[in-house]
């Protein structure tokens, strides 16, 4: 938990939010069957979405893809996603993405150098932090964010 709040402690709530959906779609998916998503690629997706994100809050329109096949499809899946669970509230969403995205690129990075799990250990915290949706919750991350937007992990 100590290598994760430091990824989430400087995020806004709708930055937040934002986060707790992205994790969510991390932790249900399951990308290619014959190329298995690692942290490394989710480091890779989440950087070029982020860079992506960045340089359209500047009001430029660039994609950035990442250099691996599985990373370049994460980043696809998840790009397609974001409409899902990115609804507006007054903020620019592209400033708010670029700030997620770092959040999980650093998070997968500091996760895979600190924890036991190999090249899936990012992915493993998040099995273990985000609760299933067959658990009752009605949004993606409902079982972890409190009113107020303080970070809490309900058991």
Excluded: C
């Excluded at 809050?57 to 899946?77: C, H, K, V």
């Amino acid at each position: 938990m100590k290598i994760f709040l430091p990824t989430v402690r400087d995020l806004s709530e709708r930055q937040a939010e934002l986060m707790w959906n992205v994790l969510a779609f991390l932790r249900e998916y399951r990308g290619d069957a014959l190329m298995r998503t690692t942290d490394a690629d989710v480091e890779a997706a989440a950087a070029a979405l982020a860079a992506t994100s960045d340089t359209a809050a500047r009001g430029l329109i660039y994609e950035q893809r990442p250099n691996s096949l599985p990373a370049q499809r994460l980043a696809d899946d998840l790009k397609a996603a974001i409409p899902q669970f990115a609804v507006d509230r007054g903020s620019p969403l592209d400033r708010d993405l670029a700030a997620v995205f770092h959040a999980v690129e650093i998070g997968a990075r500091e996760t895979r150098k600190t924890l036991p799990g190999g090249d899936t250990a990012y992915l493993a915290l998040i099995q273990r932090l985000i609760a299933p949706p067959e658990q009752g919750h009605d949004a993606p991350g409902a079982g972890l964010v409190e009113q107020g937007g303080s970070v809490l992990v309900r058991p």
